[in-house]
């Protein structure tokens, strides 16, 4: 199984959507996930970080379901500059700062 | 702060050439990171390393080769280039809090 499952999109959304995100992952013992964002050819950058049951930032909030192990990303009022990758991605301590980065979920927002 | 930085941003290698990807960072990180990022797939940990003189595999070291001399530089070396190694190569560093933070990466292209 993998470490981690994202819906690769692309999702489509036009400008003020809300649009969400789910992100599966299979080690129980994951601790901490974090969000980044990926534009195209560029590198992955840190859009937000989740150690409890979510977290809120803005227009994103993230929601952790231990019990389910599964992680969502909310975007509300969309814009075209959210148009990028998202890559959810677990991270456990035993693991020496090594994360697994999934395929991501594309996500185009059009005016 | 400059932050992470790689060198070139961009080669192109005949089969059986060798290259050095450089990394620097400027931030006393003791975590370093290469990772590889082929079209529409997401980041593959080829190397690690979690302080200077120490360093481990990820899940795709095969082709490459790594030392940390000091904490500030990560070089990547690829001895025999082949095809399969045209890829995204992406340089990150890491303080104790779980944040990565990524270079601008170095596009490869072996012929």
């Known amino acids: 199984r993998k470490e981690v499952e994202q819906d690769p999109g692309p999702f489509n959304v036009p400008e003020g959507a809300t649009v969400a995100f789910n992100c599966t992952y299979s080690?129980?013992?994951?601790?901490?996930f974090f969000w980044y964002r990926q534009d195209c050819r560029k590198e992955p950058k840190l859009l937000m970080s989740v150690y409890s049951s979510g977290n809120e930032d803005g227009r994103f909030t993230a929601q952790l379901n231990r019990a389910s192990q599964y992680i969502s990303l909310l975007i509300r009022d969309s814009k075209l500059s959210d148009s990028a990758t998202y890559l959810c991605?677990?991270?456990?301590?035993?693991?020496?700062?090594?994360?697994?980065f999934g395929r991501g979920t594309q996500l185009t927002v059009w005016p | 702060n400059a932050g992470v930085t790689q060198t070139p941003k961009f080669r192109i290698l005949k089969i059986g050439q060798s290259m050095t990807l450089q990394c620097t960072q400027d931030?006393?990180?003791?975590?370093m990171y290469w990772y590889r990022q082929d079209p529409g797939m997401g980041l593959k940990l080829i190397y690690y390393?979690?302080?200077?003189?120490?360093?481990d595999k990820g899940e795709v070291p095969n082709g490459y080769n790594v030392s940390r001399s000091t904490t500030e530089d990560f070089p990547l070396r690829l001895e025999l280039a082949a095809p399969s190694q045209t890829s995204v190569y992406f340089c990150?560093?890491?303080?104790?809090?779980?944040?990565?933070?990524f270079g601008p990466g170095t596009r490869l292209t072996v012929l």
């Open positions: 990150a560093s890491m303080a104790s809090y779980n944040e990565q933070f």
């Open positions: 991605v677990p991270y456990r301590g035993s693991t020496l700062g090594r994360l697994y």
């Open positions: 931030m006393n990180h003791n975590y």
């Open positions: 390393s979690v302080g200077a003189g120490i360093t």
């Open positions: 080690n129980s013992a994951s601790q901490s």
